[in-house]
């Protein structure tokens, strides 16, 4: 069977949930071939070629460019039996396996490895058990290969480490999948149910000495959380470490888990971690306990702190806008930042970042979320609601458009000149805005102080939660119209 793998969006980086299945897909005698439209123009010969099409969906950013893609596929060839697979799968069924106007005849989420090899194994499209709306959900634990990377557009295509003037080609690989926690806000939990399944070691360090030999410099464990598994983490990284001394990595992990294996981090830190990307999400406890992030604000504080002590940084994500936001609660997560010296450490898209609501979120019967909501928009993938205080959606608004054009446009802003505009346009709304930025804010630096000079980061300027910039939709737009 002749089987088209398809990424639309993977966080910048070349995307492992093609380059893990077409392994597993080749060693059942499947001829493979792979685009990733993050990168690269869409095909149509490579639809033409195909027996099978399956698109990789991960994420929401992912999802909403998969969907647009996937129609042109089968207003293309209507008889192609078409796949989407991935954490977002099931997402919005009613649009993607609708009788008439369906795009997939198959949707697989969790570990979806077994089911996607079932489904090319399949010859019939007639008889995939998946067409009606039914989605795959595959737990069990099966066997991993090493990723076919070789498949993929060289690393110089991708997000790079940056750190000041110095670049280093980069790539991601996974030490687990699922996670064992159950944020409400989180599409995880929706499907894992608190599940984790671990990548074998030697599969890890096999799929980074891939790419070392492209020519990688720094590795991110996309890992939703790479300390589910602590002692898993810690061996994997020790290894990598052992077998390639100059490489340098980040991770994903809680602010629970940050505190909560303390003891961990002098080894992080000696095996080349330069920095944690966390979900701080608010510093309003009341928020924090509505997701049930396990954490709190000064939890927040003690991890910033903990992980400087050993020369590692946090780049939080933060989302600052929910159903029951306050402006204030806005205004206190800027003085956060500015207060731990962490300006350069977050991406300007998170001060923008919309809560959203996906078929089956934890959140929906929330009764700070249920009388906001007013009905599912499935294009978008997400339930629509307004916030309870008048403007904050329009500022919200104001702020994606800023943050897309800072981060994107031919001329991107720095860090600080994006968070200056960012906390001017939150102050001119806020009560108490006409207060000098003396006495309005904390001094910078005053809870915590980062080293100085350049903080490292990775190039990619966007986010897995937030909706796809004008440029992605323009790609896929240009690709679906042959244009």
């Not at 010969?45 to 929401?60: I, Q």
């Not at 589910?228 to 490489?247: E, I, K």
């Not at 009764?367 to 978008?380: F, K, Q, T």
């Not at 802003?413 to 108490?432: K, Q």
Request: glycine fraction near 8%; include cysteine; charge should be negative.
């Amino acid at each position: 069977m002749r089987v088209l793998l398809v990424s639309t969006y993977e966080l910048g980086h070349q995307p492992v949930h093609v380059a893990s299945p077409a392994a597993a897909l080749r060693a059942k005698g499947h001829e493979v071939r792979a685009i990733d439209v993050s990168v690269e123009p869409w095909d149509r010969d490579l639809v033409d070629w195909a027996d099978r099409v399956a698109f990789s969906v991960p994420m929401h950013t992912a999802m909403r460019m998969a969907v647009a893609l996937a129609a042109s596929v089968r207003a293309q060839r209507p008889e192609l039996p078409v796949c989407l697979y991935g954490l977002y799968a099931g997402i919005s069924r009613d649009l993607t396996t609708a009788t008439a106007t369906g795009i997939a005849d198959r949707l697989i989420a969790g570990e979806y490895e077994p089911a996607l090899l079932a489904w090319a194994d399949d010859a019939g499209r007639a008889s995939a058990p998946g067409i009606g709306g039914d989605v795959v959900v595959h737990l069990g634990r099966s066997g991993f290969s090493t990723p076919a990377r070789d498949l993929l557009p060289p690393l110089e295509r991708y997000a790079r480490l940056v750190l000041g003037d110095e670049e280093k080609l980069a790539g991601a690989v996974e030490a687990s999948h699922g996670c064992s926690h159950r944020c409400r806000h989180c599409p995880l939990p929706v499907v894992y149910d608190g599940r984790l399944r671990v990548v074998p070691e030697d599969v890890v360090v096999s799929d980074v000495a891939q790419l070392v030999t492209m020519g990688a410099g720094h590795v991110s464990f996309a890992d939703p959380d790479f300390l589910n598994g602590p002692r898993h983490a810690m061996r994997v990284a020790q290894a990598v470490h052992s077998c390639f001394p100059h490489l340098s990595f980040d991770c994903t992990t809680k602010v629970e888990h940050i505190l909560a294996h303390q003891d961990l981090w002098p080894a992080m830190a000696k095996a080349g971690c330069l920095f944690v990307v966390s979900a701080f999400e608010s510093v309003d406890d009341t928020t924090l306990r509505i997701l049930d992030k396990g954490h709190t604000a000064a939890g927040e504080s003690a991890a910033v702190t903990l992980l400087r002590r050993h020369g590692i940084e946090v780049r939080p994500s933060w989302l600052p806008f929910t159903p029951w936001t306050k402006t204030a609660e806005v205004v206190a997560m800027l003085d956060f930042v500015v207060a731990h010296d962490l300006v350069a450490n977050v991406d300007a898209v998170q001060y923008a970042i919309r809560l959203l609501l996906p078929e089956g979120s934890l959140l929906l019967s929330a009764p700070e979320v249920s009388p906001r909501l007013h009905h599912y928009d499935a294009a978008r993938l997400s339930w629509v609601w307004t916030a309870g205080e008048a403007g904050l959606d329009d500022l919200q608004a104001e702020l994606a458009a800023l943050v897309e054009a800072a981060g994107t446009g031919p001329a991107a802003l720095r860090a600080g000149d994006t968070f200056a505009e960012v906390d001017a346009r939150v102050r001119a709304r806020a009560p108490g805005r006409g207060m000098s930025s003396a006495t309005a804010r904390p001094h910078h630096g005053s809870r915590s102080k980062g080293p100085a000079g350049p903080r490292p980061r990775l190039s990619e300027p966007w986010f897995c939660c937030s909706e796809p910039t004008s440029a992605q939709q323009e790609a896929v737009s240009t690709g679906v119209n042959g244009v």
